[in-house]
DNA sequence: CTCTCCTCCTTAATCAATTAAGACCTTAAT
DNA sequence: ATTAAGGTCTTAATTGATTAAGGAGGAGAG
């Protein structure tokens, strides 16, 4: 049974294209009688009615946002920072009415083409590399585009945190509260997969522009209190898991001296550094405080943290694209706030 | 600036525009020379390359997965059993190179036509209710079709589990444990916002298909222990949010005589009831079992669950959709599992 | 009877590509 | 010299719709 189209169903009632498409698009062009003889064809035939894409093609637009991840989609959906600002996004989707495309970055050495086929009308980028090649093929289609959290992209829209002052504000908390001996372990650096203690070439270098930003926050901080940067012990892995958080926090806490306050950029780190910290009996907060970076995995774990509003900052990106203002290169940061739990005290004197 | 298409690059270099496609989509047909000056052109002008849609229309492939979900995307994103099933659909995307569009429903009145309109080669339905019309709006299509869960449609593949067996597993564990006093919170029997006692009808005539199978295994597995289902409160709930359950939680642990066992159909549900009699300062195990389901949120909260394999469940729908086999109506039942932990015990003697 | 206005439908241009088949020219083999 | 074979580019059909403009016919007004 070859194709049913709009053709087909006009030759068999030996009316014109036009009749046809007017039927599904516009009834008021037509007689109620004829419309429904069409209709009623169309059904007959098994028309599966207008083709979207050619529709698309004609109308010149496509009802979707593409949405570009830096990690496998396998990572994103578990990773709750990824997840609120999804949500965020997937809801001002919904309001407009229009899908959400989820694209896979081409992993690997497979080449996919996913970027350069999406049938979208914009592009919402998060939290990319500097440098990756899926963001020159998305400046390339030349459709709007705003970038989430990292990375600066001139000449676009951006949405996210002031991640200088968020990270200072991390740091100034556990300074405040006395720690000299203060330690970072950081993810998301370098895209190469190494883990081990992060120089300060590494540090700079960093091309995840947020994280780079954040970790320039913690240095500021330090400074502005008198500690000596270079005095202080970076430890860098390669992934965003608990488990990697318990190797930085056991690199950390082997030091001697031991430091007393540890900052993750993420969430999910600190979870692994207080899982370090059990692993060796230090009491959290006694011996040990720690902050994290998000807000997103934090309340249960009693982990003072930085609160993103991932949500918002979904919804922001989205509305963003939705209502054409991509156009403007915009830079909306939206506040964090430094939530405190018991995850961090003085330190011991 | 008028928009750039193959013709204007064709026009300006005096070729024909099916030289400059080949420039882009088949090198070996043209002299390297010319491939280049058209390449340069091209870049000069601000050519976004081929555009996807008309790609698409002449290749008749989209290259995207449709996306169905029942709740609304911001619930979506939230709800753990959905998240694995998404992760699994993911991958199998990422690893077929295509990407996953997630449409919104048509929520509350406004109409949208995403399901119409989606540029798709395929539709993955997620838990829908019987009758849903967006069920329709994506048969209509006559695209590959896959359910997941619910509801069953004949003619088409089927992915989940099998709910009866696995209700009646969940409610065999407690009768095994001695249980008499068995009473059942439910989510998802029907889609109009109902909260309170759920008869026989209401039981019964359950929209949601994979909840009304779930629940036809609880009672078969109770009447088999020779309970008689009439004495087994049920209790329905509009939401599957941990504050429904709470509800659920205290309104059957009310009744006189209080039921010594309370199975859910989902985890969210049971930790719901968890918190309800840690409100009436109840012992779980001791004075109260809960069984959940789904093994999404369970882990942390000690409790026995019936876990399903929701990543390979996605990915299985991934597959079976991008393989080209979503013509037979296969039927695939992934294996449940009963995790036992620790939320259920003998009841007091 | 003529003019105007509607209603209903058709014509034809347009959206932006892909690709089989053919034309033309050069080179190599017989 | 003839034929075959390549390489390079063009022609034209095809994908499946939308929609402005126009035409035919009937109804109502003057």
């Given at each position: 049974m070859a194709r049913v189209t709009l053709q087909t169903i006009?030759?068999?009632?030996?009316?014109?294209?036009?009749?046809?498409?007017?039927?599904?698009?516009?009834?008021?062009?037509?007689?109620?009688g004829l419309r429904r003889r069409i209709l009623e064809v169309a059904d007959e035939l098994g028309y599966a009615g207008p083709n979207p894409t050619a529709r698309s093609l004609r109308l010149g637009r496509a009802g979707a946002l593409g949405l570009l991840f830096s990690e496998t989609l396998a990572y994103a959906f578990a990773d709750p920072y990824a997840l609120g600002f999804f949500r965020g996004l997937a809801t001002a989707a919904e309001e407009a009415g229009v899908g959400l495309l989820i694209l896979p970055l081409p992993h690997g050495d497979r080449r996919s083409d996913t970027v350069r086929d999406a049938v979208v009308d914009a592009f919402c980028v998060v939290s990319l590399p500097d440098g990756h090649p899926a963001l020159a093929?998305?400046?390339?289609?030349?459709?709007p585009v705003v970038v989430v959290d990292e990375p600066y992209v001139?000449?676009?829209?951006?949405?996210?945190?002031?991640?200088p002052a968020a990270g200072a504000a991390a740091a100034a908390h556990v300074l405040g509260l006395g720690h000299r001996r203060v330690a970072v372990a950081m993810v998301g650096l370098h895209d190469d997969g190494h883990t081990g203690w992060a120089d300060r070439a590494r540090q700079e270098g960093a091309v995840f522009a947020a994280m780079r930003a954040r970790r320039g926050?913690?240095?500021?901080?330090?400074?502005?209190?008198?500690?000596?940067?270079?005095?202080?012990?970076?430890?860098?892995?390669?992934?965003?898991?608990?488990?990697?958080?318990?190797k930085a926090g056991h690199a950390l806490l082997r030091l001697d001296p031991r430091?007393?306050?540890?900052?993750?950029?993420?969430?999910?780190?600190?979870?692994?550094?207080?899982?370090?910290?059990?692993?060796l009996d230090l009491d959290v907060p006694g011996e040990l405080s720690v902050v994290g970076f998000s807000d997103s995995a934090a309340e249960e774990a009693g982990l003072t943290t930085i609160r993103q509003a991932k949500q918002e900052i979904g919804e922001a990106a989205g509305r963003l694209l939705l209502s054409g203002a991509a156009a403007r290169p915009e830079r909306r940061l939206f506040p964090y706030e430094l939530i405190v739990r018991a995850s961090t005290a003085p330190p011991a004197s």
């Open positions: 006009a030759d068999r009632l030996g009316v014109s294209r036009a009749t046809v498409s007017y039927a599904f698009s516009r009834p008021d062009q037509l007689s109620d093929e998305v400046l390339a289609r030349k459709l001139p000449g676009h829209p951006f949405v996210g945190i002031d991640e926050g913690y240095q500021a901080a330090c400074e502005r209190a008198g500690l000596d940067w270079d005095d202080v012990p970076c430890y860098e892995v390669a992934r965003n898991s608990r488990e990697a958080g318990r430091p007393t306050a540890i900052l993750t950029n993420t969430d999910v780190l600190a979870l692994g550094v207080l899982d370090a910290a059990a692993d």
